[in-house]
């Protein structure tokens, strides 16, 4: 191997990228060029002065505050049962609200409320036409493209 | 630590406290990696814990931990960034030293000695921060860290050779930007 | 006023609701190898696959890794294909997930697919794209492109290479990887049955190398008789039509049909090459077929679409209207506008970028004309496209 070959994978070697023969070919150019050596251990080195930086630790009361945020949702294991239950039920309604939500656009959309943003407009249309595209290309995973066109049109 | 996180996950707040105290430092310093502002990064692990305690219960495998729980970090900060709350690349020009983190840098000397390696930390960082996103993340997770390249590419969503190339390509281009600190280091051995 | 009263009464639960479900969901994700990676096929009681072999091996061998592929293009020309497939597409960061079960024969696909609650089909007839709203029985058609294939420019600009061989389904296949001829890791891995060169998985790679699409049949049978209607909409279904964009146009005929002059990107990615321009103008209110989509009078876009043989890079671009012009950019109205992954509406800015998982969109905001770039690409390269039209 030739400097031009090795230099541009010194950093893949100092990195562990490099496997078999490539490594060994490698590393047999290093041991008998001095300067791509040099380099190799100019890269080295680099990487053990980032590794000497330390962690910042996260500011105090950061604990508290999560602490604060997790025992009002419900922490502990006996907390949990309840807190999923609760959950369930709150899931139910949850999913009626998204349906009212949902449904009340286009039950006022004669109206003249809510109205999809410009820059929305623009990206579905675009978009299903895009992906109509790529439905008919080459490799296209048809049920994959199929979600995603489901998916377009679920933000209308 | 695996037990630490068992524990927790059967619904332990004692035991997620101490989850806490082992993995809040590397949480922080990844995010305050990603996003400039350091409130913003205590806001973001704060967010990361909540959402680490809620949904602890489906994680199979508490050996995994280390890398969900970044994976749940890295989601948070892409959240932030494509709602245009927060900023991600920080081009050279715009480096400062307002928020480079207070981390030192291991020193076994004496006042000059510190002074010296509080530059040589701050050059460091601010070397770190002029890579591309992804690159930052991933040197912070490997050297920082000391996560394997297996948890990382976990954490990012990509595969091993991925953050590989990551890994290599951030040294390449910290290797440039601190050279004379690079020399030296292989003048002082 | 009691609406809203009800509205903020239920957020309550909504919100001790929603985060547990979240997470669960999130959760469930991850309980895969990595988040977004689907499991991995499990041959056994629960897979099932039938059939005798319909096309001998021995007119396989020899075949080199593109003939594969291109015959699996073509693979429900020769035989019909019944199954179930787990499918999964990568949207913002969460991977949107369904299962599908699927019929296709002569070219034509059929897919039923259940994502929890939901229920919708997808129909190729081989002109149309139909969608099937069972909740509404609606049909919403959308012309197919006539997408031109081109092999070479394929050939030209990918490498494909058997990298081994397999189970899916319990049955043998052999795994081909398609990667840019400039290097890089794979953006498509095919598992493709032995005997059928059908594809029975697929993992889709986006431009920054995450898994963006993967689709793994779980259960296969060849040489089924096809139903009558099994691609066709049903009786007494509303019928709405989608602009398919109409025949594929020269630019300067383009620039004709829309009313100002067209620009082509000064930038393209490598590889890349113009496959032609359509016009797209949302049908006016009366139409014969039936009911029109989008606004009425929504002003005329250009598309020009490139391809480097396998992806597709869509360029489109219309003028500002006066309104825009005068008031700024509509923003919505009647409240914030929620799309179903609880993204809000944009604030009016200069770009923006929504990343779909493979196929990313960029829309950019010039002095005279909106454009709106979309494709696997990244998001860099997407602005760099969308930039150099002004």
């Given at each position: 191997?030739t400097?031009?070959?090795?230099?541009?994978?010194l950093?893949?070697?100092?990195?562990?990228a490099?496997?078999?023969?490539?490594?060994?070919?490698?590393?047999?150019?290093?041991?008998?060029?001095?300067?791509?050596?040099?380099?190799?251990?100019?890269?080295?080195?680099?990487?053990?002065?980032?590794?000497?930086?330390s962690?910042?630790?996260?500011?105090?009361?950061?604990?508290?505050?999560?602490?604060?945020?997790?025992?009002?949702?419900?922490?502990?294991?006996?907390?949990?049962g309840?807190?999923?239950?609760?959950?369930m039920?709150?899931?139910?309604?949850?999913?009626?609200?998204?349906?009212?939500?949902?449904f009340?656009?286009?039950?006022?959309?004669e109206?003249?409320?809510?109205?999809?943003?410009?820059a929305?407009?623009?990206?579905?249309?675009?978009?299903e036409?895009?992906?109509?595209?790529?439905?008919?290309?080459?490799?296209?995973?048809?049920?994959?493209?199929?979600?995603?066109?489901?998916?377009?049109?679920?933000?209308? | 630590?695996?037990?630490?996180?068992?524990?927790?996950?059967?619904?332990?707040?004692?035991?997620?406290?101490?989850?806490?105290?082992?993995?809040?430092?590397?949480?922080?310093?990844?995010?305050?990696?990603?996003?400039?502002?350091?409130?913003?990064?205590?806001?973001?692990?704060?967010q990361?814990?909540?959402?680490?305690?809620?949904?602890?219960?489906?994680?199979?495998?508490?050996?995994?931990?280390?890398?969900?729980?970044?994976?749940?970090?890295?989601?948070?900060?892409?959240?932030?960034v494509?709602?245009?709350?927060?900023?991600?690349?920080?081009?050279?020009?715009?480096?400062?030293?307002?928020?480079?983190?207070?981390t030192?840098?291991?020193?076994?000397?004496?006042?000059?000695?510190?002074?010296?390696?509080?530059?040589?930390?701050?050059?460091?960082w601010?070397?770190?921060?002029?890579?591309?996103?992804?690159?930052?993340?991933?040197?912070?997770?490997?050297?920082?860290?000391?996560?394997?390249?297996?948890?990382i590419?976990?954490?990012?969503?990509?595969?091993?050779?991925?953050?590989?190339?990551?890994?290599?390509?951030?040294?390449?281009a910290?290797?440039?930007?601190?050279?004379?600190?690079?020399?030296?280091?292989?003048?002082?051995? | 006023?009691?609406?809203?009263?009800l509205?903020?009464?239920?957020?309550?639960?909504?919100?001790?609701?929603?985060?547990?479900?979240?997470?669960?969901?999130?959760?469930?994700?991850?309980?895969?190898?990595?988040?977004?990676?689907?499991?991995?096929?499990r041959?056994?009681?629960?897979?099932?696959?039938?059939?005798?072999?319909?096309?001998?091996?021995?007119?396989?061998?020899?075949?080199?890794?593109?003939?594969?592929?291109?015959?699996?293009?073509?693979?429900?020309?020769?035989?019909s294909?019944?199954?179930?497939?787990?499918?999964?597409?990568?949207?913002?960061?969460?991977?949107?997930?369904a299962?599908?079960?699927?019929?296709?024969?002569?070219?034509?696909?059929?897919?039923?697919?259940?994502?929890?609650?939901?229920?919708?089909?997808?129909?190729?007839?081989?002109?149309?794209?139909?969608?099937?709203?069972?909740?509404?029985?609606q049909?919403?058609?959308?012309?197919?492109?006539?997408?031109?294939?081109?092999?070479?420019?394929?050939?030209?600009?990918?490498?494909?290479?058997?990298?081994?061989?397999?189970?899916?389904?319990?049955?043998?296949?052999?795994?081909?990887?398609?990667?840019?001829?400039?290097?890089?890791?794979?953006?498509?891995?095919?598992w493709?049955?032995?005997?059928?060169?059908?594809?029975?998985?697929?993992?889709?790679?986006?431009?920054?190398?995450?898994?963006a699409?993967?689709?793994?049949?779980?259960?296969?049978e060849?040489?089924?008789?096809?139903?009558?209607?099994?691609?066709?909409?049903?009786?007494?279904?509303?019928?709405?039509?989608?602009?398919?964009?109409?025949?594929?146009?020269?630019?300067?005929?383009l620039?004709?049909?829309?009313?100002?002059?067209?620009r082509?990107?000064?930038?393209?990615?490598?590889?890349?090459?113009?496959?032609?321009?359509?016009l797209?103008?949302?049908?006016?209110?009366?139409?014969?077929?039936?009911?029109?989509?989008?606004?009425?009078?929504?002003?005329?876009?250009?598309?020009?679409?490139?391809?480097?043989g396998?992806?597709?890079?869509?360029?489109?671009?219309?003028?500002?209207?006066?309104?825009?012009?005068?008031?700024?950019?509509?923003?919505?109205?009647?409240?914030?506008?929620?799309?179903?992954?609880g993204?809000?509406?944009?604030?009016?800015?200069?770009?923006?970028?929504?990343?779909?998982g493979?196929?990313?969109?960029?829309?950019?905001?010039?002095?005279?004309?909106?454009?709106?770039?979309?494709?696997?690409?990244?998001?860099?390269?997407?602005?760099?496209v969308?930039?150099?039209?002004?």
């Open positions: 191997m400097c031009d070959q090795v230099r541009p994978r950093a893949d070697y100092a990195v562990g490099l496997r078999g023969r490539e490594r060994a070919r490698l590393l047999n150019h290093v041991g008998a060029c001095a300067s791509c050596g040099a380099e190799l251990e100019a890269l080295e080195r680099t990487g053990a002065l980032v590794s000497r930086l962690l910042e630790s996260a500011p105090t009361g950061a604990w508290e505050a999560i602490c604060h945020r997790i025992r009002d949702e419900g922490g502990g294991s006996a907390r949990r309840w807190g999923r239950a609760l959950a039920a709150g899931v139910a309604l949850a999913v009626l609200i998204v349906a009212l939500i949902t009340l656009p286009t039950l006022q959309r109206s003249g409320s809510p109205v999809m943003p410009q929305d407009e623009d990206i579905q249309l675009t978009m036409a895009h992906l109509a595209a790529v439905w008919s290309a080459p490799l296209a995973d048809a049920a994959a493209v199929g979600l995603h066109l489901g998916s377009v049109e679920d933000d209308s | 630590m695996q037990a630490v996180v068992v524990q927790a996950r059967s619904g332990s707040v004692e035991a997620f406290a101490e989850v806490y105290r082992i993995y809040q430092a590397g949480v922080y310093t990844f995010i305050l990696s990603q996003v400039r502002e350091p409130e913003l990064a205590a806001d973001l692990t704060q990361t814990f909540v959402r680490a305690w809620e949904s602890l219960h489906g994680l199979r495998q508490a050996g995994a931990f280390r890398g969900w729980l970044h994976r749940i970090a890295a989601n948070l900060v892409r959240d932030e494509k709602s245009g709350r927060a900023r991600l690349e920080v081009t050279v020009g715009q480096l400062t030293d307002d928020n480079t983190p207070q030192p840098i291991a020193t076994d000397g004496g006042p000059e000695d510190a002074a010296l390696r509080s530059e040589l930390r701050r050059q460091v601010s070397a770190l921060k002029s890579l591309p996103a992804e690159q930052r993340g991933a040197v912070v997770m490997h050297h920082l860290e000391g996560m394997p390249v297996s948890e590419a976990q954490a990012m969503g990509v595969r091993p050779g991925t953050v590989m190339s990551r890994l290599a390509r951030a040294r390449e910290l290797r440039k930007r601190l050279s004379q600190y690079v020399e030296a280091e292989a003048r002082d051995m | 006023m009691r609406r809203a009263r509205i903020v009464a239920a957020a309550a639960f909504l919100l001790a609701g929603l985060p547990w479900v979240a997470a669960s969901a999130w959760a469930k994700e991850w309980q895969g190898d990595v988040p977004g990676r689907p499991a991995r096929v041959a056994g009681a629960r897979a099932r696959s039938r059939g005798a072999p319909l096309v001998a091996p021995a007119a396989q061998a020899g075949q080199s890794a593109w003939d594969l592929v291109w015959k699996s293009e073509t693979a429900t020309q020769d035989v294909v019944r199954g179930r497939v787990r499918t999964m597409v990568q949207i913002e960061w969460r991977g949107e997930r299962i599908a079960h699927v019929l296709a024969a002569d070219g034509k696909v059929r897919l039923n697919y259940e994502a929890g609650s939901r229920r919708w089909s997808l129909i190729d007839d081989g002109r149309n794209l139909i969608r099937l709203r069972p909740e509404s029985e049909a919403l058609v959308l012309p197919r492109p006539g997408f031109v294939i081109d092999k070479a420019l394929a050939e030209r600009n990918y490498v494909a290479r058997v990298s081994g061989a397999a189970e899916a389904v319990g049955r043998p296949v052999r795994i081909v990887e398609i990667a840019p001829r400039s290097g890089g890791p794979p953006v498509w891995r095919l493709l049955d032995r005997e059928t060169c059908f594809a029975l998985k697929r993992e889709g790679y986006s431009a920054e190398d995450e898994l699409t993967a689709t793994e049949y779980v259960a296969v060849f040489g089924v008789a096809v139903p009558p209607g099994a691609f066709s909409i049903p009786a007494g279904w509303a019928r709405i039509e989608a602009d398919g964009g109409g025949m594929r146009l020269e630019p300067e005929a620039s004709a049909g829309v009313g100002f002059a067209v082509l990107p000064r930038y393209l990615p490598p590889g890349y090459v113009l496959q032609g321009g359509y797209r103008q949302e049908r006016p209110h009366g139409h014969a077929r039936g009911e029109a989509r989008g606004r009425p009078g929504r002003p005329p876009v250009a598309e020009l679409r490139y391809t480097d396998i992806r597709v890079l869509s360029v489109f671009q219309r003028q500002r209207t006066e309104e825009e012009a005068q008031h700024g950019e509509r923003r919505g109205k009647g409240g914030p506008w929620r799309h179903r992954h993204r809000e509406a944009p604030k009016s800015r200069e770009r923006m970028v929504v990343n779909r493979n196929e990313k969109v960029v829309r950019y905001l010039g002095a005279e004309r909106v454009v709106i770039v979309a494709g696997d690409l990244t998001e860099d390269e997407l602005t760099r969308a930039k150099s039209i002004e």
